[in-house]
């Protein structure tokens, strides 16, 4: 029976659970929320709750003949990723696993200059977010180069898809960048990455890097926009760079300075996946929650 270990069994976790489960895997899901783990003990798979910023708390892992998945996200603060090395720290007690496939993302790039970027181009991210997943990638490849682990790692662009669409920030008028300011960025559905996640495990070797994105790049207002049409909500209030500095958060000034496009042709050719949204259009009609449609709202 293969052995799954996914740590951080969040959104895009638990849709890696539940497929594996249908194949009959023995699948082991850590998670930070007591609620979270009786939720899915309750559905048949069994359950560590630890958190990851406190090593006090983790029982012993044995991740023998397991893969691992880690998809946990970096702490808020810092440019290291604490809560991965606390995780090595921990697994380094005990028997290794078979394979290693790490969730980063594509902020470890550079942001500047709407440049296509390949799993070769130059790892210097210009945000602490991008540094510390760059910080990770570094602790696992150390981590199997020391314990002859492979190691994969996915560098995924925006996720989005049901429950993951940005309803607070355009029913709440957030002001988005003007379009002609607003460079290219990336995105895939999470019903898209599940099956790449899930393929990087099975067709991925040791230090494979991987893009991961639909390969149709739009920017964020458009983005945006389109989710408020589709939703039936007002499209958001645009504002230059100049504005923005003085009245986005950091997280959303940092999404929004950010611009790349990003070439996923080795996920493509070398994991052999066929995606199901390539474009947002079709992947936003399938993330809608009940009755948020324009034509729902108008009938009810």
């Not at 977010?129 to 696992?140: I, Y």
Request: net charge negative.
């Amino acid at each position: 029976m293969q052995k799954v270990f996914i740590a951080g069994c969040g959104y895009i976790g638990e849709r890696i659970a539940r497929a594996y489960m249908d194949s009959g895997a023995d699948i082991t899901c850590l998670v930070r929320s007591p609620e979270n783990g009786a939720r899915l003990e309750s559905d048949g798979f069994t359950t560590v709750v630890a958190t990851l910023d406190d090593p006090a708390t983790f029982p012993t892992l044995n991740l023998s003949d397991s893969v691992l998945f880690y998809l946990a996200p970096p702490p808020g603060g810092g440019i290291t990723d604490s809560r991965a090395r606390n995780f090595i720290a921990r697994i380094a007690e005990s028997g290794k696993p078979l394979k290693i496939v790490y969730m980063s993302a594509t902020s470890v790039y550079s942001g500047a200059g709407c440049e296509i970027v390949t799993e070769d181009s130059p790892t210097v991210p210009e945000s602490a977010m991008g540094k510390r997943r760059l910080d990770a990638e570094s602790a696992f490849k150390a981590y199997g180069a020391t314990n002859t682990v492979p190691v994969v790692i996915l560098r995924v662009s925006g996720i989005y898809g049901p429950g993951r669409l940005p309803l607070m920030q355009i029913s709440q008028g957030q002001p988005l960048l003007k379009e002609d300011e607003s460079g290219p960025s990336n995105r895939i559905h999470a019903d898209d990455l599940t099956t790449i996640t899930i393929a990087a495990a099975e067709k991925g070797t040791d230090d494979d890097i991987f893009n991961i994105s639909d390969g149709q790049p739009s920017s964020m207002t458009t983005y945006f926009n389109a989710c408020a049409d589709i939703l039936g909500f007002p499209r958001q209030p645009q504002v230059t760079m100049a504005e923005a500095h003085k009245i986005m958060s950091p997280l959303m000034l940092s999404y929004v300075s950010q611009s790349r496009i990003v070439n996923n042709s080795r996920m493509l050719e070398r994991l052999g996946v066929k995606l199901l949204y390539t474009n947002v259009s079709e992947g936003l009609k399938a993330s809608l929650p009940p009755h948020q449609t324009k034509a729902d709202r108008q009938r009810d």
